[in-house]
């Protein structure tokens, strides 16, 4: 196997309290284990306005951490101002890789550094390997009928987003070298200014995750009954999703979406409500491990792919599910 | 001040279809799925739609696409978009990211405008890098997953509503600017019959690589920096048991199952 001629860098991403994102937690145990097939080194970038806590958490993954200190990080569109950070530290380093998460800040990091270094992407990794000197990447295509491995052409090298959950954050055994690095020369792309912050829903967890999610369709027929999947949720220790279907109606937040225009997850266990499975759905849940369906049409397409299917009204199984979980 | 608005569209397999597949050169046959707009480009468009209605303006739709693209442009102008343009040329096929933002970047390059709208991603491709990309080439403010665009024209700035894990982020810069629109923009409408005859005469614009005057070694699938390796199928799931009785045997095949495999 070649080795690779430099390190693979993270780029990682912070939660609103400075601690570190867990989808970057995901990606640097990815780098590490790739760097130790490449026989190379894994290392990771924090920009933030304070990046002491995420970049001691990094350490904890990866054995090189350069953690920039950026004022402008704060109260500006974080993702460009990163990314031109991150840029001029890998101008003059090696890379062999550069891994980002594939939500939207990850997105945006991904893109504005394609841009800045002239580097091409593979987009939204559902696994990765190191081949032939560089990584080898599978993605999920025409709504996960097909799975494609793609690679960069020889000699090149590029960055690589990866989706949420496909990749279990597993701590190394040593603690990594943390480098402080203050914030210096201009930032040459627009800054984007954040004027008003608001918070919405009480901040529940994730729903990319969770463990376990219980999700409502159009069958749940309101924001009432979504009580119930509420409570089933409550009883199992997981989250509540939804349909586009039950998004669009106003019945629960946007964020809480799974599906084509909503979030991909991929919790252990899937209890979907009154949900037909229509593809656009399907892309969203369908590798979960265990797929429960509560629907009155024995004939829709959750059938197909769920390894359970109970045909009845959901109301009323749902009710007899609290009151079997509680008898267990 | 009326707005002059670009919104990136991309012809994609309709997804309700599901008639996708490769061809023989692991490239989309392209040819065995009907194409659609790709969806979120959807709720750009019907924003743009909604912007210009109150502001005053025009709606430019951009794609690169093959030479079918122009179809799936017809649908975008029948919902109101005020003229196309259609990058293609045959040496795009098999055109990765990096190109596709380097043909793109060009076609802006040669417009005028306030805003341009990029969908959040597309479901073919599901990257979700290209809008970033054009605007840091073209160095314009770069505001994304945004649920609310409210552009001041007067003052030539904008403000979006940016979700965030916890709520949203509310984003102002100068225009012009490129925004990275959400299905939270709003559910876009159906072409009205007059807006499907209107579309037939609507201006659509065909630009080569030539015309843009990119070389054909240095962008499309000549240039394509990554390589599709192989594919397979995923793992196939296992049988689906049907359970059909009273509420309580139902709830009890669930919690059965869910035991079983240690999720309770």
Redesign the interface.
Known sequence: MAAAKGTIWVVAET??DGSLAKSSTEVATLARTLAEAAGASAAAIVVASDPKAAAAELARYVGRVVAVAEPKAAGH?W??VA?QRAAAILASETPAAILTG?G?DG??????L???LE??????ATAVAWKDGGP?VE???????????????DG?W?IV?VRPNVVTAEEAGSIGEVEDVASSGDL??????????????A?AL?IEEAR?IVAGGRGVGGPDGFALVQELADA?GGAVGAT?AAV?SGWIP??Q?IG???KIVKP??Y?ALGISG???HK?GMQ?A????G?NRD?DAPI???????????LF??G???L???KR? | MPLRIVVLTKPVPDPAAAAERLGADGRLDRAASPAVINGNDEYTLEASLKLVEAHGGEVTLLSMAPASGIETLRKGLAMGAHRGILVTDPALAGSDQWSTVQVLAAALRELEYDLVLAGFDTSDGVGGVVGAAIATMLRLPYLSSAAKIEPDPDACTVRVRRISPTGFDVLEAPMPALIVGTQLLGEPRYPSLKGIMAARSKEVVTKSLADLELDAKAVGGAASRSKVTGTTKPPARGATQVVRGTPEEGAKAIADLLASRRLI
């Open positions: 939660n609103a569109a993702a460009q990314a594939a939207p997105r945006d990091v991904a893109g504005t394609a841009t800045l580097r091409p992407v593979l987009v939204n080898s993605m999920s295509v025409f709504g996960g009928k097909l799975v494609t491995t793609s690679s960069l052409v090149e590029g987003t040459e792309l627009p800054l984007v200014k954040i004027v008003d912050q608001v918070s919405e829903a901040a994730p376990i199992l586009r669009d946007y964020n979406q084509q225009t909503g252990q266990l209890l229509a593809i656009q892309v590798t491990g265990t797929i429960v509560v024995p059938a197909e792919f769920a390894d359970l299917v109970v045909v009845g009204d009323e199984v009710e007899a599910l009151a079997e979980l267990r």
